[in-house]
């Protein structure tokens, strides 16, 4: 099912960066818009919120990494407390899409494109967009209930 067009900003949370995308109003048009080396959940989430701010989106799309045959493991978790800190300093709704094989497909379409190998931070901003798309399309809806883990 597909989603209704609204502006989204989309997050690839790694250990070392956070690839981040955007789409237009549509939901037609999603640009990469780089990366931020993380440190630490709190700085991030401030960090996270203040690019949501600046993009004027109306939601975050983070995904969520879940093993390939779909439970969730220990970076869910992860995940989950990186949104925490999030909800307390960004009150925009947070949705959560399957992020498997995002940065493999990002590495492929870079290739395709002729632009392999990337510079750091490419992979995991062409990543958030691939997570934005899904979740637009309504494709690959993380399925990790809430408590889980």
Same mark, same amino acid.
């Given at each position: 099912?597909?989603?209704?067009?609204?502006?989204?900003?989309?997050?690839?949370?790694?250990?070392?960066?956070?690839?981040?995308?955007? #789409?237009?109003?549509?939901?037609?048009?999603?640009?990469?818009?780089?990366?931020?080396?993380?440190?630490?959940?709190?700085?991030?989430?401030?960090?996270?919120?203040?690019?949501?701010?600046?993009?004027?989106?109306?939601?975050?799309?983070?995904? !969520?990494?879940?093993?390939?045959?779909?439970?969730?493991?220990?970076?869910?978790?992860?995940?989950?407390?990186?949104?925490?800190?999030?909800? @307390?300093? #960004?009150? !925009? /709704?947070?949705?959560?899409?399957?992020?498997?094989?995002?940065?493999?497909?990002? @590495?492929?379409? !870079?290739?395709?494109?002729?632009?392999?190998?990337?510079?750091?931070?490419?992979?995991?901003?062409?990543?958030?967009?691939?997570?934005?798309?899904?979740?637009?399309?309504?494709?690959?809806?993380?399925?990790? /209930? /809430?408590?889980? /883990?």
């Amino acid at each position: 099912m597909k989603r209704p067009p609204q502006r989204l900003l989309g997050v690839d949370y790694g250990r070392v960066r956070i690839g981040i995308a955007v #789409c237009d109003e549509l939901g037609i048009s999603i640009t990469p818009i780089g990366f931020v080396p993380r440190s630490d959940d709190r700085t991030a989430a401030a960090v996270v919120a203040q690019l949501a701010a600046r993009e004027q989106v109306a939601g975050i799309v983070i995904g !969520l990494p879940l093993h390939a045959h779909g439970d969730a493991g220990a970076n869910v978790r992860w995940v989950r407390t990186f949104t925490a800190h999030l909800a @307390k300093v #960004c009150p !925009l /709704p947070v949705h959560e899409v399957d992020e498997r094989y995002s940065s493999s497909e990002a @590495k492929e379409a !870079l290739r395709d494109e002729g632009r392999w190998p990337a510079a750091k931070g490419v992979v995991d901003a062409r990543a958030a967009g691939i997570l934005l798309r899904r979740w637009l399309d309504g494709e690959d809806q993380a399925s990790a /209930p /809430p408590g889980e /883990p």
